[in-house]
């Protein structure tokens, strides 16, 4: 029978676009950790200062410069996006401001980085005189991650049941009071667990970075407003630029461990969802 | 012991007023965060806009966009092939990436057994974290000699960008596409079954039909992304000047033209041309917005 | 028995509550003694509910909501302009439905409403949080697991908890809101005895679809209807319990009362 003929080459066609993408991720992660895992496992890489001329170069201040810009840029859009999400969700929750804000936001989510990148040099690194600076670059991801991370906190936000709120207000609290002391306090687990996975995004992030922060330093960061060398866009100056012999050693190395730490992000993310729905599943009961 | 709710008066005193200040004080701090938003959007514009007016003045807008005479040396500043190169890497990611992230989808949705689509959901939220750096690289080392070996081109060119970009853009298109799915209604599956039809009837008759706009918003945003990439592009696309018909032949985009050129351009003509092309990227993905926002409008009225 | 010269704690007068253009209760007057329970009964979608949420202005948190008439607390109208809503809701406690203690420990459950007046001293607190728990004859039952989340303990204890978190704010009238029907029998049965000792210091109104539970609860029972689909919720009938449940005046109560609907 035709019809049954052309649902069993179907099956088979489907089954292969579901191997395939599987295929390329696997093939992906081979090529790479294949590649790059001895070096990036190196402690001399690891741990060792950048060259400009000659082999053997770590990358010990990109991981630094790494870390520090994914906690300055969490310091500036979380308390944002809470801020944010508290006023669409508690004060105005439904108006055509809001309608509006969403439309930003779309607006913002679709930008191409290097848009936000080409923006933060002409503001933060040219007009507002900060020079390369992993401030410039923490305020140009913080504005890049402000909707993904808004949506998460809106949504922890409007889990928290409403009855909390009125149980509140009927023991005489403001409503800011019932925010602060009922509905944040409640969320807070959400919120920090949906913060996870943008920390993957800021750490892959490089477009945005090569013209905000800098792409080689010699000596770890300590100040905001230091010129740092975060990984991703490190990476890309070597290939780009080789400047050392063993540059693809060091592209090697660095393109493998960026995608350990993506990993071990992505699944902390996971584990930390797991153990909130669990909490959540448990701790509500009524019997 | 104090008496907190007693009162002879309840008439709003001092403390009272001070009390609903700061409730419209505080109510004002948060609406200034929610305008983050706004004011991101409207500044992003305003400052893409303003560095590339000397380009424009200086170039002329008509020489600016609708040239394809891209010789910085010279002055010329052309954008036209560059805008075509966005078009045509990006047409040929989705002709690939649509079909291949919707079927995934419809794998997930339909044919999957549990366990192995959550194995295959795993896996694309995994692609879909990788850093853009790591894939261009990825395409670098194994594609491109793979291509020039197949081929006999240089490997580098629109081939190898259109491949990266699949790369790319299919964790959004499939993500998007199996929500669209799952959100359809069980009836309607559950009727077309109850007719006699084979999976494969009530995918094709039925469910993607259903799901049309949904998918189409799906590959949209794929082309969004597929867009605003550029260092994975960059690493593959051999960024040549000249605009390109050939699927071998090197060429730029848009995005891949500004990082190739931004480290040698001072402040002055040729680098404000760059701050055009991020305009031309920034009315692109504002395009993209509304056309979605059109698509989910007569999604609502159909329902 | 002599008839005792009662005071009113509330006096509703002529309310009449909209949703936007929607009338949902009209034109209810009743008293509220004080010291004294009084139940609310009437079949569902009545509007009791509504109504015992106009007596601590909880209504107005939602949109396009507007009063007509008075509510008067000890005199003065609650409705005037200017009144301070905040204290209002601390002079009229309300026990909720569903049990809906917050996600924190017993302890900081009842402490919430002492700290939002103020209150910091550890060793005030503790004596508010004890005198409370006991007020709502749980202390016995949590007095070792103060520390423990609210929301581990069972049905019947959440809600005794959330009247103790109530009685922490020294409230004169404490409303409650058909607080058994997510409840077993046997904590229901606890809970009724609660309030009969309550009544020695608070004034209380109780919504219940359950009749019985006003018969044996209360003193003074108000007997709402919604005449036809559409209309506004209406008082039919209120008078001292016994008297209503023995011989009421309406028919319509009487029907009620018998159980030929609702």
């Known amino acids: 029978m035709k019809a049954k003929r052309a649902d069993r080459i179907a099956t088979v066609v489907f089954w292969a676009l579901g191997g395939i993408t599987v295929a390329i991720l696997a093939f992906i992660i081979l090529e790479v950790l294949g590649r790059g895992l001895i070096t990036a496992l190196n402690p001399r890489f690891l741990f060792g200062k950048p060259n400009a001329m000659a082999s053997g170069g770590g990358i010990f201040p990109m991981i630094v410069s790494t870390f520090y810009l994914v906690a300055l840029t969490i310091m500036i859009s979380l308390p944002i996006a809470i801020g944010a999400a508290i006023y669409m969700a508690e004060y105005a929750r439904k108006s055509k401001v809001n309608s509006f804000i969403r439309f930003c936001l779309d607006s913002l989510a679709t930008l191409p980085s290097i848009v936000f990148g080409l923006f933060g040099l002409a503001l933060f690194v040219t007009a507002f005189r900060w020079s390369y600076c992993l401030m410039a670059g923490a305020c140009t991801l913080a504005i890049l991650n402000l909707p993904i991370l808004l949506r998460s906190t809106e949504e922890a936000i409007k889990l928290v049941p409403d009855t909390y709120r009125e149980a509140s207000m009927c023991l005489g609290a403001s409503r800011w009071t019932t925010i602060r002391q009922v509905v944040i306090p409640s969320a807070l687990p959400g919120i920090i667990t949906a913060t996870i996975l943008p920390i993957g995004r800021i750490v892959g992030e490089s477009a945005a970075i090569i013209y905000t922060v800098g792409v080689f330093i010699r000596n770890v960061p300590t100040n905001p407003f230091d010129t740092a060398a975060p990984l991703a866009g490190y990476i890309w100056a070597r290939q780009a630029e080789h400047g050392v012999p063993d540059w693809r050693a060091i592209v090697n190395g660095g393109a493998a461990l960026l995608l350990i730490m993506v990993f071990i992000i992505y699944f902390l993310a996971r584990y930390a969802g797991r153990k909130y729905q669990e909490k959540k599943l448990l701790g509500a009961g009524t019997r | ?303 | 028995m002599a008839e005792e010269a009662l005071e009113n704690k509330m006096v509703i007068k002529n309310l009449s509550m909209f949703y936007g253009g929607f009338k949902a209760i009209e034109d209810v007057t009743f008293d509220v003694p004080a010291r004294r329970i009084t139940a609310l009964i009437g079949p569902s979608g009545c509007g009791k509910s509504t109504l015992v949420r106009c007596l601590n202005r909880m209504n107005d948190l939602i949109d396009g909501v507007r009063v007509e008439g008075e509510v008067n607390l000890d005199g003065e109208n609650i409705y005037q302009p200017g009144f301070d809503t905040i204290g209002l809701r601390r002079r009229v406690g309300m026990v909720f439905q569903r049990p809906n203690p917050f996600p924190k420990s017993i302890y900081e459950n009842v402490a919430y409403g002492p700290r939002l007046v103020g209150i910091k001293e550890k060793g005030k607190l503790d004596f508010i949080v004890e005198d409370s728990l006991k007020k709502a004859a749980l202390w016995n039952e949590v007095k070792n697991i103060l520390r423990d989340s609210g929301q581990n303990l069972s049905g019947g204890q959440q809600q005794r908890l959330c009247i103790a978190r109530v009685i922490a704010v020294q409230p004169e009238v404490i409303l409650f809101d058909e607080p058994c029907s997510a409840i077993d029998p046997v904590a229901t049965q606890l809970i009724e005895d609660l309030m009969a000792d309550l009544k020695e210091n608070y004034t209380m109104v109780i919504v219940t679809h359950n009749m019985q539970q006003a018969a044996r609860v209360s003193d003074f029972t108000a007997f709402m209807l919604v005449q036809e689909q559409g209309e506004p919720g209406r008082l039919i009938e209120y008078g001292d319990t016994n008297t209503i449940f023995t011989n009421p005046t309406d028919e319509r109560t009487e029907r009620y009362i018998t159980g030929r609907f609702g």
Request: charged share 15%; hydrophobic share 55%; proline share 4%.
């Open chain 2, 1 to 303: 012991m104090s008496a907190p709710g007693g009162g002879a008066t309840g008439l709003l005193g001092a403390k009272g007023a001070r009390l609903a200040d700061r409730e419209n004080w505080i109510r004002l701090v948060m609406f200034g965060c929610a305008s983050v938003s706004i004011l991101s959007i409207l500044l992003i514009f305003i400052f893409i806009f303003k560095e590339s007016l000397p380009a424009m003045r200086n170039v002329g807008v008509g020489n600016l966009f609708f040239s394809t005479n891209y010789s910085p040396q010279v002055g010329k500043y052309g954008m036209l092939g560059f805008i075509w190169g966005t078009l045509f890497t990006t047409f040929g990611a989705m002709l690939i990436g649509a079909p291949l992230g919707i079927g995934t989808a419809v794998f997930l949705d339909q044919v999957a057994p549990e366990r192995i689509g959550r194995v295959v959901r795993r896996g694309i939220e995994l692609l879909a974290g990788i850093p853009s750096v790591v894939i261009g690289w990825f395409g670098l080392i194994l594609l491109v000699p793979f291509l020039r070996t197949v081929t006999g081109t240089a490997g580098f060119g629109v081939f190898a960008a259109v491949l990266v970009l699949v790369v790319m853009a299919l964790p959004t298109i499939t993500t998007l596409s199996a929500e669209t799915l799952k959100s359809l209604p069980l009836e309607l599956k559950e009727a077309s079954a109850a007719m006699g039809a084979t999976r494969w009837q009530t995918i094709y008759k039925v469910l993607l039909p259903s799901a049309r706009e949904g998918l189409l918003i799906a590959v949209i945003l794929g082309m969004g992304r597929a867009i605003g990439e550029t260092m994975a592009v960059q690493m593959v696309i051999g960024n040549a000047r000249a605009a390109t018909f050939s699927l071998f032949g090197r060429t730029s985009t848009l995005t891949t033209r500004i990082v190739t050129d931004m480290a040698e351009a001072p402040p002055g003509d040729h680098r404000s041309a760059l701050f055009a092309m991020a305009l031309v990227l920034l009315l692109l993905a504002m395009f993209l917005i509304i056309i979605i926002r059109f698509v989910s409008r007569e999604r609502q009225l159909s329902r």
